[in-house]
């Protein structure tokens, strides 16, 4: 099985990006105040309407993307489309798409805050094991640690829908310096396979796949695509 990654930056934006997006990307993309956040939510966007385009033959706007919230239906949910699962993740300078033909996959990447209050943190998103094993760290270890469980997480429900709907405390995943595997979450029993993604120093990175099978990651550089 072969998950593929594709990798943007910030300075990947250009404005001529936005005639890949519909109006509903449109209007989403003139609502962020930020000019980062317009570039993190374009790129994103252009980069699953181009691969899916070049995928399908199609123009990249031509590409059918349904982004409905299961909960109210307006267009701010998991990103949907026939024949491909996919799964967008931003943080700092970096946006990923995960897509499979097939198989659910979440992806998240986060930019490590040395300055985080982890252990404050830990409260509302770490189970009581891993907590525990927070607190043993030193503190200039722990900000790391804790982005590594909080992208491991986040990937899980992330490939299963249920996203910020998900109480983290009970999706318990292994340590951060053990392979990255699911241990337990109550009420779900379904196969998961969990990846630590490779996106430099600054970053946590990780990928889900719902399946019983490893998966082949590849990462693929958008940039070339995204000014083609």
Known sequence: MTV????ARVRDARPELAADLDDAEKSRLAAYARDEDKARF??????????????????????????????????????????????????????????????????DVELVDPQI????????????SEAKYLATLEPGERARAFTTYWTR??????????????????????APDQPPVLVEWPGYGGPVQLVDLQAGHEYAAALAVLSDEAPDVRSIDAGPLLRS
């Open 4 to 7: 593929e990654i594709w990798w």
């Open 153 to 174: 997480k986040e990937a899980v429900v992330k490939a299963t829908g249920d996203g910020i709907r998900a109480d983290l405390r009970k999706v318990i995943v292994s």
């Open 117 to 128: 209050d982890a252990d404050s943190l830990a409260g509302v998103s770490l189970g009581e």
């Open 42 to 107: 374009l790129l994103g966007a252009a980069m699953i309407r181009r691969v899916l385009g070049q995928r399908f033959i199609k123009a990249p706007a031509a590409v059918k993307l349904d982004r409905s919230c299961p909960d109210c239906s307006r267009p701010h949910g998991k990103v949907t489309s026939e024949g491909m699962q996919l799964s967008v993740s931003h943080s700092g300078d970096l946006i990923a798409v995960a897509f499979h033909p097939s198989t659910a996959v979440g992806v």
